[in-house]
């Protein structure tokens, strides 16, 4: 049996579109995004008390990246994964990483417009240039989608693989703090990945972190 332990809208979507994607039984244990993720119980679960933490035949799991790797490997590996022999086998892995690249500028972002309840505590300028970080990324993927491979509609010349989810759940995280509105075949592809089912799938059913669709980066004074 297979376990996930979720928060919505975090890193944990990633698992949870990976397994909606393989269509195999889990059960989907999800937590509000507080100190319910200190408790002794679900720090044995994941020793930094974050999400994803995932329990498979007696097993356990954290870290998106590890996670979708072993996933893909036991149950999808020429579907959603590529291994080792495969011509895409470096850019899946790639593609499959970067997604925490961008995540680190979407965290730091939510740090300062939500997790902060304190107008003193953020800063304008930390705003602007994570913002600015998470459009490079974008610009990253843009050439990616953009170089002269013929029928290139997602990350590997292949298909749709686990990448296409890793780098998807982040730019929809990203996209509460920068607009794809520069980044056409970046906002076509996008689309074309969160209209499958398992992205649908693994959206919040309630409440979530982010309280609002886009939080603009305050002026600087």
């Excluded at 999400?51 to 996670?67: H, N, Q, W």
Aim: some cysteine.
């Amino acid at each position: 049996m297979i376990t996930l332990h979720h928060c919505p809208q975090t890193r944990s979507m990633r698992t949870l579109w990976v397994l909606n994607e393989l269509d195999v039984p889990f059960q989907l244990r999800s937590y509000p995004f507080d100190r319910t993720l200190r408790s002794p119980e679900f720090l044995s679960l994941s020793p930094a008390g974050r999400v994803p933490a995932l329990e498979i035949d007696g097993e356990r799991m954290f870290e998106t990246g590890a996670i979708t790797e072993y996933l893909c490997e036991r149950f999808s590996p020429e579907r959603l994964g590529r291994m080792p022999g495969s011509p895409d086998r470096m850019s899946w892995l790639v593609w499959l990483h970067f997604s925490e690249t961008l995540s680190q500028h979407t965290a730091a972002l939510t740090q300062q417009h939500v997790a902060l309840y304190e107008d003193r505590m953020r800063s304008p300028i930390v705003m602007k240039l994570e913002a600015a970080r998470v459009r490079k990324c974008y610009g990253a993927i843009e050439a990616r989608l953009t170089t002269p491979v013929e029928n290139r509609d997602y990350l590997l010349n292949s298909g749709f693989t686990a990448a296409d989810i890793s780098v998807g759940q982040a730019v929809y995280m990203a996209r509460h703090f920068a607009t794809l509105d520069d980044f056409p075949a970046t906002a076509d592809w996008y689309a074309r990945i969160t209209a499958r089912d398992g992205f649908q799938a693994a959206l919040p059913k309630g409440d979530g972190i982010y309280d609002r669709d886009f939080y603009a980066p305050w002026p600087l004074e």
